[in-house]
């Protein structure tokens, strides 16, 4: 058990599809992080939450849409994306403040066909 | 722009043997923590080892551990004896804890453990 959990391991879409990513932790921490990791790019911070509350978006397309309906679960909206969007993406949570580093999942692979 | 370099791309090492790995930062601040993370093929993100700042003794945990040279900006990572298990890409991280983004990544080292 990693403590933060995401779903699905594997999608595969199409650039007109509709999907989401979920993202659940039971760490108690108070910030939830959204990044997209790219071969051969360095990790990119997508989203930010904080006490549920968007602190960061990065200038990220519109075509993701983050949402955080609790301390617990965040999801990433994702629609009309294009192939360069295939990457792995992966979901952390902190509790802001302390230091102790971040808590990864294990990601979602995302193909765009 | 990248403010953490890890100047290596790929290293091996021979099963048993000792590996460091390198890595830079650089920030004015004088209160931060640095991190390595390990991602192994399984794709997850874990944390091996954690270092504060004010604190001039080098951080240890059973195998790992590492030599921080503050002054320096110097941040390097040393696996003893390794493991097969130990293969995977590492992450050298700092955050400032002054923003909720302050977290910054190093574009990563694949190691490889060679039988």
């Known amino acids: 058990e990693t403590g933060v959990t995401q779903t699905p391991r594997h999608l595969v879409m199409g650039m007109t599809n509709k999907k989401s990513l979920k993202c659940e932790q039971h760490?108690?921490?108070?910030?939830m992080y959204w990044y997209k990791q790219s071969a051969k790019k360095p990790l990119e911070l997508m989203f930010v939450y904080s006490l549920e509350e968007r602190v960061e978006n990065n200038s990220v397309p519109s075509r993701f849409s983050p949402e955080c309906p609790n301390s617990s679960h965040l999801f990433l909206h994702l629609h009309t994306l294009q192939p360069e969007d295939s990457a792995l993406y992966l979901c952390?949570?902190?509790?802001?403040?302390?230091?102790?580093?971040?808590?990864f999942g294990s990601g979602t692979r995302l193909t765009v066909v | 722009a990248q403010t953490v370099t890890q100047s290596q791309p790929e290293m091996s090492v021979q099963e048993a043997e000792t590996v460091t790995l390198s890595c830079t930062y650089d920030?004015?601040?004088?209160?931060?923590?640095l991190f390595w993370y390990k991602q192994p093929p399984s794709r997850q993100m874990i944390l091996v080892i954690r270092q504060e700042a004010y604190k001039q003794q080098n951080a240890t945990e059973n195998r790992f551990s590492v030599n921080f040279q503050k002054a320096a900006k110097s941040f390097s990572l040393k696996i003893s004896d390794s493991q097969l298990g130990d293969a995977a890409m590492y992450f050298c991280a700092y955050d400032t804890l002054i923003f909720y983004n302050d977290m910054r990544f190093g574009a990563g080292t694949r190691l490889t453990v060679k039988p």
């Open positions: 952390a949570s902190s509790q802001a403040g302390r230091g102790y580093g971040y808590t």
């Open positions: 760490l108690g921490h108070n910030a």
């Open positions: 920030t004015s601040e004088s209160d931060y923590y």
